[in-house]
């Protein structure tokens, strides 16, 4: 069975600041792992995604995230936060490439002080 | 290309009435997920469509939820009756490429 866990269910950082927003997972299986962001009113949208390629993965907007085998961890980071980051960041794995069955985290909301 | 379309965006009903939701999904895309989000909690599958066949639904709570899929084009997901638990944010999502998931805005349903 496939479990994510995302630590902190709200983050705050000043704009320019680093974001780091956590995930671990559990997989009986090489994972395949995502992150996904949720403006408001909007609907889900792709930030980037680990299908056991390069470890170090680059998304959109300037994030990007690190598989870490050993640490089960698939960690969001940023360098410098901008007001328009603001949103709901959700990590999920996917057991299988081809089975697009996603498991989801409860979230991370995070918000830019200016 | 117009993506994933979701109506009504939010739905307020009594506990026991009929509700259902309805998707469009992207033109051309045969998959078609639905995914619900309790308050607070984590987004959870309920079930995938291959055009209009049920590839996978081991995730609908239980049988007061009926999901279709017309012709392979639109899908309805109907709840009756309608129960306080069944609050939360349904998404539904369309693909045609493996890892290709566009996700509607979502319909809040609010059951009073």
């Known amino acids: 069975a496939q479990s994510v866990t995302q630590l902190g269910s709200h983050v705050s950082v000043s704009e320019g600041a680093l974001v780091l927003l956590r995930c671990n997972y559990s997989?009986?299986?090489?994972?395949?792992l995502f992150w996904y962001v949720q403006y408001p009113n909007q609907g889900l949208q792709l930030l980037l995604k680990?299908?056991?390629?390069?470890?170090l993965v680059k998304g959109i907007n300037g994030f990007e995230a690190e598989f870490k085998k050993s640490e089960t961890s698939f960690h969001l980071t940023k360098p410098s936060a901008h007001m328009s980051d603001a949103a709901e960041y959700f990590c999920?794995?996917?057991?299988?490439?081809?089975?697009?069955?996603?498991?989801f985290g409860t979230g991370t909301r995070l918000t830019i002080i200016p | 290309e117009a993506g994933v379309t979701q109506f009504p965006s939010h739905s307020v009903i009594e506990k026991g009435q009929t509700v259902t939701l309805r998707c469009d999904p992207i033109?051309?895309?045969?998959?078609l997920y639905w995914y619900r989000r309790v308050m607070g909690k984590e987004i959870k599958f309920l079930l995938h469509?291959?055009?209009?066949?049920?590839?996978?639904e081991s995730g609908m709570p239980n049988n007061r939820f009926l999901a279709e899929r017309t012709g392979g084009t639109y899908s309805t997901l109907k709840v009756q009756p309608a129960e306080l638990e069944d609050s939360g944010v349904y998404f539904c999502?369309?693909?045609?490429?493996?890892?290709?998931?566009?996700f509607g805005s979502g319909t809040r349903l609010t059951v009073v």
């Open positions: 999502a369309s693909s045609q490429a493996v890892w290709g998931y566009t």
């Open positions: 997989s009986s299986v090489p994972p395949y």
């Open positions: 680990y299908t056991s390629a390069a470890t």
């Open positions: 999920a794995v996917s057991p299988y490439f081809g089975n697009e069955k996603l498991t």
């Open positions: 033109s051309g895309h045969d998959n």
């Open positions: 469509f291959v055009k209009e066949s049920k590839q996978d």
